[in-house]
């Protein structure tokens, strides 16, 4: 996979991840599974291009691009387990901590692996507040005051965020 089409495929999954709201209380991801496989299908293809694609980059480029592929990727394989597609989720683990490697994304890709649940309830949460459901993001996020996932969100979440959360 060339540079340009790695971007297009990471482009297509943002806007994937905008219109599928992860919850994992949902009853009828069997409905979107159609969606759920051209996710996971795009992500199997971003994770075998990924290398290539970033040395294709400028190098002061590299950094702010893993970080925001690292989002985008974190966001996805979240979405996956919320689905409960907890297998091909974790599959995709050893690629994405690679790419998100010093990235500030590198401790949500580690959650990924170590507590999936706490990190999925984040997730949702910020895909409520992008969504402007500000409450519901607030009463979710709630228990993750007092979890392991609190030293993650407090050093990964943006403050703005942070403020809106916890």
């Known amino acids: 996979m060339n ?3 790695w971007f297009e495929s990471l482009s297509s999954v943002a806007e994937q ?3 599928i709201d992860p919850d994992p209380a949902q009853t009828d991801w069997l409905r979107q599974r159609a969606e759920l496989d051209r996710v996971q299908a795009a992500l ?7 290398r290539e694609a970033m040395e294709a980059l400028p ?3 590299q950094a702010s691009v893993r970080t925001s592929a690292s989002q985008i990727l974190c966001a996805a394989a979240s979405l996956l ?3 409960g597609r907890r297998r091909e989720a974790l599959a ?4 994405l901590r690679t790419l998100a490697e010093g990235t500030s994304e590198a401790p949500i890709a580690r959650a990924l692996g170590e507590t999936p649940e706490e990190a999925v309830r984040l997730n949702r949460a910020w895909w409520l507040l992008r969504n402007k459901r500000r409450r519901e993001a607030q009463r979710l996020a709630e228990p993750l005051t007092k979890s392991p996932i609190r030293a993650i969100a407090d050093n990964y979440i943006n403050p703005v965020i942070r403020i809106y959360l916890f």
Do not use: D, I
Request: aromatic share 0%; net charge negative.
């Open 44 to 50: 199997e293809q971003l994770a075998r291009g990924q």
């Open 81 to 83: 387990h919320a689905a």
């Open 59 to 61: 190098e002061e480029e």
């Open 17 to 19: 991840l905008k219109q």
């Open 92 to 95: 995709l683990l050893p690629e």
């Open 3 to 5: 540079s340009e089409t």
